[in-house]
T-cell receptor, first 117, second 110 residues
Framework: SAVISQKPSRDICQRGTSLTIQCQVDSQVTMMFWYRQQPGQSLTLIATANQGSEATYESGFVIDKFPISRPNLTFSTLTVSNMSPEDSSIYLC??????????????FGSGTRLTVV | DAKTTQPPSMDCAEGRAANLPCNHSTISGNEYVYWYRQIHSQGPQYIIHGLKNNETNEMASLIITEDRKSSTLILPHATLRDTAVYYCIVDLGGADGLTFGKGTHLIIQP
């Protein structure tokens, strides 16, 4: 399966600032997904990033707050903008590395643990 | 909302089989049952999935009832490293992301 590298693995940021999280995959993938996991909670899908088109956001998430880039088939970034303590979460990148998930499932990165103070 | 119901937590003795139940009574005919687990401080890991038939791989077995309204994930010989949150997910198997429920926190006791 694909190998995903996320950077940074963790960060502590001041409120009002922005953080860009990078997701690098070792193979070309059509779709990349970004999730948020708030403390003690399950994962929630933020958006789907396709190369060459605008990201598709889930209900409750907007581009101004979570801008996403997808410059090529192996890389994506998620920016958490104008951060507040409520943004303290783990942010995870995920891909379907071959075909559809019914064949091989999704692969997840190890996540970025963000603390906003 | 998640389409599955799982017990919030379970204990299992090391070396014994861990049987994790999942109810998915509203599953449609073309939806798969997936299991993922999340070990502390890591991203979720795919375990197994199935449509109708029981499935087995090197990690686990998946037993799906005939009416497909429930399933059981079996870890045949649980080890301490199997302590994790286990998520049962019903999905069409496409490529549009997953909806996670609360999962079951499985604790393997020495």
């Amino acid at each position: 399966s694909a190998v995903i590298s996320q950077k940074p693995s963790r960060d502590i940021c001041q409120r009002g600032t922005s953080l860009t999280i990078q997701c690098q995959v070792d193979s070309q993938v059509t779709m990349m997904f970004w999730y948020r996991q708030q403390p003690g909670q399950s994962l929630t899908l933020i958006a789907t990033a396709n190369q060459g088109s605008e990201a598709t956001y889930e209900s409750g998430f907007v581009i101004d707050k979570f801008p996403i880039s997808r410059p090529n088939l192996t890389f994506s970034t998620l920016t958490v903008s104008n951060m507040s303590p409520e943004d303290s979460s783990i942010y995870l990148c995920s891909v379907v590395d071959r075909g559809f998930s019914k064949d091989y499932g999704y692969t997840f990165g190890s996540g970025t643990r963000l603390t906003v103070v | 909302d998640a389409k599955t119901t799982q017990p919030p937590s379970m204990d299992c003795a090391e070396g014994r089989a861990a049987n994790l139940p999942c109810n998915h009574s509203t599953i449609s005919g073309n939806e798969y049952v997936y299991w993922y687990r999340q070990i502390h401080s890591q991203g979720p890991q795919y375990i197994i999935h199935g449509l109708k038939n029981n499935e087995t791989n090197e990690m686990a077995s998946l037993i799906i009832t005939e009416d497909r309204k429930s399933s059981t994930l079996i870890l045949p010989h649980a080890t301490l490293r199997d302590t994790a949150v286990y998520y049962c997910i019903v999905d069409l198997g496409g490529a549009d992301g997953l909806t996670f429920g609360k999962g079951t926190h499985l604790i393997i006791q020495p």
